[in-house]
């Protein structure tokens, strides 16, 4: 079974910019949840996704934003870059169920950096 | 809110060797607990987990033990390899959360010398 694959695995943008990045589960998992990690604030939770609908929602700005599709691919945005929001992005899918039971498999991340 | 603390490294250690690496928690009832891995340049692997006291989870020669007493959910491994060398990182789910979104640690680095 393939794993979770993110695209692009690199990116560099500038300031002001915005900017899409792209996330596809393993087939048959429903959620997807995306996490940013940088060297400061470590792993830190964005959203997660569950058929097609935001679950659950980190403390970011509404800068960040994201959506997932009928076949549970997901894409999140992030508008108006800052230095800031250079980091690895973390996507990670999971079959539905109840909180704890499933294990979340991530992807490889794409490295955001903003100059 | 429910966070983790996880030692701070980087730990190093001789091949063979012993390891712990430290991880509490604070959280209200009874979260579920993970340990994940990341070796260079790729994303998390689960490691291990735990969802309710008293729960001992294990794989690969590590094991960790759901500990309500302590809030604590400490990762060891009786022989470490230079294979091992990589970032570990402790994580819960809430209790009440409804979903997959997981609370980490601040990673613990761990460096294994031959």
């Known amino acids: 079974k393939a794993g979770v694959t993110q695209t692009p695995r690199y990116l560099i943008k500038t300031r002001g910019q915005q900017v899409t990045l792209s996330c596809s589960p393993i087939s048959g998992h429903r959620s997807v949840s995306w996490y940013q990690q940088t060297p400061g604030q470590g792993l830190q939770f964005l959203f997660e996704?569950?058929?097609?609908?935001?679950?659950n929602k980190g403390n970011f700005p509404g800068r960040f934003s994201g959506r997932q599709f009928s076949n549970s691919r997901s894409e999140m945005n992030v508008s108006t870059l800052e230095l800031g929001d250079s980091a690895l992005y973390l996507c990670?899918?999971?079959?539905?169920?109840?909180?704890?039971?499933?294990?979340?498999?991530f992807g490889p991340g794409t490295r955001l950096t903003v100059l | 809110g429910d966070s983790v603390t996880q030692m701070e490294g980087p730990v190093t250690l001789s091949e063979e060797a012993f390891l712990t690496i430290n991880c509490t928690y604070t959280a209200t009832g009874y979260p579920s607990l993970f340990w994940y891995v990341q070796y260079p340049g790729e994303g998390l692997q689960l490691l291990l987990k735990?969802?309710?006291?008293?729960d001992k989870g294990s794989n690969k020669g590590f094991e960790a033990t759901y500990r309500k007493e302590t809030t604590s959910f400490h990762l060891e491994k009786g022989s470490v390899q230079v294979s091992d060398s990589a970032v570990y990182f402790c994580a819960l789910i809430g209790f009440m959360e409804y979903g997959n979104k997981l609370v980490f640690g601040a990673g613990t680095i761990l460096r294994v010398k031959s």
């Open positions: 996704y569950f058929s097609e609908t935001q679950r």
């Open positions: 990670a899918s999971s079959l539905e169920g109840t909180q704890g039971s499933n294990e979340q498999f």
């Open positions: 735990a969802t309710k006291a008293d």
